[in-house]
């Protein structure tokens, strides 16, 4: 089992991006929750190549992986979590980091002290999402003690994060946030302070707020080949002629046939009684389950591609197999090539038919591929 990174697809997608945001707008690269999925250690470099030096993470866990690929060639950002005991090795190390509470301050203030070496820091503020950043009333309590203690910090950002961009039903809510931060941005320059880059915007605002985009924009799902809703390609191709797709897929998920047999009529197949079969067929067993991240929800209901032939998942998934009926697939047997998301031949299994069948976002679907799963760069 094997997933594939298309080098060419990642190429062609950074280079759409910025041609929508623009020649004076930074991408950072979100490579949060491994990538997407796609793998730190292989998509990182990849992106490197493609001109990215700028990386978003969650975790302190996160950044360093990225620390070690680029070898200080890059900046990371960490927006999330960062433990009281890693904040000391974050700032040695001169990775950049959120700051959205007053206590993170402090503590950054304390570690920038002992290691004499500023902090650079991300400002986040409160806009609307009601999730993490600085209050009005704590961000006024930060600028004094930024101001007091300002040899001790490196004010590389300052940003917020929107609610929904990728849907319309927020539009007025998105709007609001991007006015609030004005505020948030004018009050900073009002106190003498400049950061180095204002940034609001991630994929989906790119797209549909250019006033969202400053100067840096976070590009998660985009860089990966998928919109972050169908609205969001609809609003891409408005005044574009044609409705193709510039994106590219930058994932193939692969397995291959570990067995086949026949089942004859009236057999159940897997566990439990599922699936009775109708009639004789011919089954094959992939060894791939819910411990690898295909949901137990694709029981009786998920597709692969074999010989070119979709074919249907029957029976229960299980932690490391699923059962396919390949009884029209032609010759199948152990060794054939198996997609379970990419193309074969002309057909495609499609992470979007995942989300349809399991109601679970792309997102949610990719994050949760295994990090067993071995990642291989193709062109």
Request: proline letters at 2%; aromatic letters at 8%; one cysteine or more.
């Amino acid at each position: 089992m094997e997933i594939h990174i298309s080098r060419s697809a990642v190429e062609n997608n950074l280079k759409l991006i910025k041609k929508i945001v623009g020649e004076n707008v930074r991408i950072s690269s979100v490579v949060k929750a491994n990538a997407y999925g796609h793998g730190i250690e292989t998509y990182v470099p990849v992106a490197k190549e493609a001109g990215i030096d700028h990386f978003s993470v969650f975790s302190y866990n996160e950044a360093i992986q990225v620390y070690k690929i680029t070898k200080k060639t890059a900046d990371i950002m960490i927006m999330g979590w960062i433990g009281t005991s890693q904040l000391k090795d974050v700032v040695r190390k001169g990775i950049e980091f959120y700051v959205f509470n007053l206590e993170r301050l402090n503590d950054a203030l304390s570690e920038a002290k002992t290691l004499k070496k500023p902090a650079k820091i991300h400002i986040e503020v409160e806009t609307g999402m009601n999730r993490t950043g600085l209050s009005k009333k704590d961000f006024k309590l930060a600028l004094r003690i930024i101001l007091d203690n300002i040899k001790h910090f490196e004010i590389k950002g300052l940003c917020s994060h929107l609610a929904g961009p990728e849907s319309i039903a927020n539009h007025v809510r998105v709007k609001n946030q991007i006015n609030t931060f004005g505020t948030f941005k004018a009050e900073l320059e009002k106190n003498g302070l400049a950061p180095e880059y204002c940034h609001l915007a991630c994929s989906a605002a790119a797209v549909c707020y250019p006033g969202s985009r400053h100067n840096l924009v976070r590009i998660g799902i985009m860089q990966y080949g998928f919109w972050s809703s169908r609205e969001v390609f609809l609003r891409y191709l408005h005044n574009k002629s044609g409705f193709d797709n510039p994106l590219k897929r930058v994932i193939t998920w692969k397995s291959e046939v570990m067995s086949v047999k026949t089942v004859k009529t009236g057999k159940f197949i897997s566990y439990g009684t599922t699936y009775l079969a109708s009639e004789d067929i011919r089954t094959a067993v992939v060894p791939v389950g819910y411990s690898f991240g295909y949901s137990r929800s694709l029981s009786n209901r998920g597709r692969v591609l074999i010989n070119g032939v979709r074919c249907s998942v029957i029976g229960l998934v299980n932690m490391n197999m699923i059962t396919i009926d390949v009884t029209r697939a032609g010759d199948v047997k152990p060794g054939d090539e198996v997609i379970l998301i990419g193309e074969q031949n002309d057909m495609a299994i499609s992470v979007d038919s995942f989300s349809e069948i399991t109601q679970q976002i792309n997102y949610e679907i990719l994050s949760r591929l295994s990090r067993d799963i071995p990642r291989i760069v193709v062109e």
